[in-house]
């Protein structure tokens, strides 16, 4: 069971920052991958960062460049921290955990968090 509490959403202009954290109810260590997703009205969820139990770190393109997905791992905290931020990257952000189960993973969701970014 994993527990993930996302935290730091909020209202800022254009080329401002944010940065979002997220609170794991377990040892990250234990986590395959830790990652930062978003979803806009009418747009599928995609993901925005991802960082692996090991440290490997992947951004989508949009965003390479401006955001850092890191983590304190004796806090078992994963953030977000959300540069030059542009109108098109307001959505919603939601942590996900991925867990290998041997056959699969299974995934963890946070309650998400509203950024909004205006122009």
């Known amino acids: 069971q994993v527990q993930l509490v996302e935290s730091g959403g909020g209202l800022v202009q254009a080329g401002g920052s944010l940065r979002l954290s997220c609170a794991v109810s377990r040892n990250i260590f234990t986590i395959n991958y830790m990652g930062w997703y978003r979803q806009a009205p009418g747009k599928q969820r995609e993901s925005v960062a991802t960082i692996r139990s090991g440290g490997t770190t992947d951004y989508a393109d949009s965003v390479k460049g401006r955001f850092t997905i890191s983590r304190d791992n004796a806090k078992n905290t994963v953030y977000l921290q959300m540069d030059s931020l542009k109108p098109e990257d307001t959505a919603v952000y939601f942590c996900?955990?991925?867990?290998?189960?041997?056959?699969?993973?299974?995934?963890?969701w946070g309650q998400g968090t509203q950024v909004t970014v205006s122009s």
């Open positions: 996900n955990a991925k867990v290998w189960r041997g056959s699969d993973f299974q995934n963890w």
